[in-house]
């Protein structure tokens, strides 16, 4: 017994949405060059840059990331309709020290989920991890969900700005991972069924800040720094003052933290997020032949 | 026997000279919101922001750095002017795994080689290194050259943008260190002579780049990322294009590098700075008392 999915025809691999996370850019260029040099699949390699909600009205003095999103909503869309690409697959960094991890809006989109798994037995050093954000398709607004299935994929550590070869080489092995398993499944082979932990975003902590100024009053405790996906427990130390306090975690249950002391993230008042783990079962799958 | 020096009675801590390097810019703030609490030395405790070179004529229209420098050129000097301050520290991060760093203009300002080593003392469990750009203080750009004796202290790895407690930490160690040393200084304490190592540096080198675009081709070498100041033999992996071919150092001479993958200098051409290594003498010093 296997779920039967429709052919990936077009994939596309997009670098650049957050013009300083580098590996993405240098990557897709890289692949750009060699385009044609044994490609399988019909692969769009984009260099995409900011990209806000495609939707709603657009006026002749929107700023230039509203333009692009448009362009590429249109070329890789039209988000929800028949004719968007197969698989979206974004390339992010960050300063967090996440390993590799794919970031999807689904718990149960098996060809996200299958891809994850055949990563992860292809690339036994990379710690590697599955995050869900749970919001529906409608209300997310990256890139990678304007197509019909789609994911980012997050390396760190990696200052933003600075490209590091051991992350850019992790990152070119999991696309190149990533397009095999695709011309694989497209070829017929049958995916066997199984587990993977998904990390289900919970919520976001923010830094302690200053009543009337709104600055940050403390940084991420040095026994936290680096320790994504390790179990925080009540009372493990989160923060430590400017003053040199330390300030402890007060939830009650224990969760994994991730994108810990990310940079973006300072403006969005995110010091870092907190998931549940749980197990998910995945079925075989095949292409559909009919 | 030991040389006389002045009493230090104004010294400058200075954060923000470069906006996105945060450790500097909360230090400062932290030390501004203690000030008063035993302070002995009259420390100038100033949020700074980008500085060019202060001097020429300045226009209505000038951005606000040329602005900004020239009323820090005034508060601090001016440079060059018995009225300037007598000591600047300015704090700086790079993206570099330097440890900390003291860099000046000077291999003898012996008032920054006793402070240097002071810190070097009092810190034992951080990497600490001497850095010295061999130009005339006429011809240095940099804020704390407007000082009569200045040095900035330059602490990584730290990515711009974001606050890491360690680093945080030994900032605000270094300073503290280097303020006591101030008072005993200024309290007639005498500072035996010894042996310093100064890195003197020698040339940058900058990325492999596309002819036509100018891009960069290749990142720096896995095994060379994060060894600043291990010796650079002929032949060792310099860098590791995005194709995956290693390139090698083809100077003649071993030498130190320094400010390894450091953000900012990708759109000054520096891929890593390369340095000699010497020892030098320092003179035990003491406070001029007539």
Redesign the interface.
């Known amino acids: 017994m296997s779920v039967c999915f429709p052919k990936l025809s077009r994939v596309a691999v997009c670098g650049g949405t957050h013009g300083n996370e580098l590996s993405g850019v240098?990557?897709v260029?890289?692949l750009q060059r060699?385009a044609g040099d044994g490609a399988h699949v019909n692969t769009l390699l984009c260099d995409t840059f900011v990209f806000p909600s495609p939707s709603g009205p657009i006026s002749d003095t929107a700023p230039y990331e509203m333009i692009r999103s448009r362009e590429l909503n249109a070329l890789l869309g039209p988000k929800g309709s028949p004719k968007a690409v197969d698989l979206i697959c974004d390339l992010h960094n960050t300063?967090a020290d996440m390993g590799l991890c794919l970031i999807a809006y689904s718990d149960h989109d098996w060809i996200c989920l299958h891809i994850f798994r055949h990563l992860q037995r292809q690339m036994p050093d990379i710690p590697m991890r599955y995050i869900h954000f749970d919001v529906s398709n409608k209300e997310s607004y990256s890139l990678d969900s304007v197509g019909k299935h789609g994911f980012a994929i997050e390396i760190g550590?990696q200052?933003?700005?600075?490209?590091?070869?051991?992350i850019?080489?992790a990152m070119k092995f999991g696309v190149q991972h990533m397009l095999d398993w695709v011309r694989f499944f497209n070829s017929g082979t049958i995916f066997e069924g199984g587990f993977v932990d998904v990390f289900t975003m919970v919520k976001h902590i923010d830094y302690p800040r200053d009543r009337e100024t709104r600055?940050?009053t403390a940084?991420?405790?040095?026994q936290l720094?680096d320790r994504d996906f390790s179990l925080l427990q009540p009372e493990d130390p989160l923060f430590?003052t400017?003053?040199?306090e330390t300030l402890r975690y007060k939830g009650k249950e224990p969760l994994y933290p991730f994108f810990i002391?990310e940079?973006?993230y300072?403006e969005k008042s995110i010091a870092l997020s907190l998931a549940r783990k749980r197990r998910v079962m995945i079925p075989a799958i095949r292409v559909d032949r009919t």
Chains 1, 2 share one sequence.
Do not use: K, W
């Not at 200052?159 to 051991?166: A, F, L, M, Y």
């Not at 940084?219 to 040095?222: L, T």
């Open positions: 240098y990557l260029r890289e060699c300063t550590p200052p933003h700005g600075v490209v590091r070869s051991n850019y080489t600055n940050i940084a991420i405790h040095p720094q430590q400017f003053s040199g002391n940079c973006a300072y």
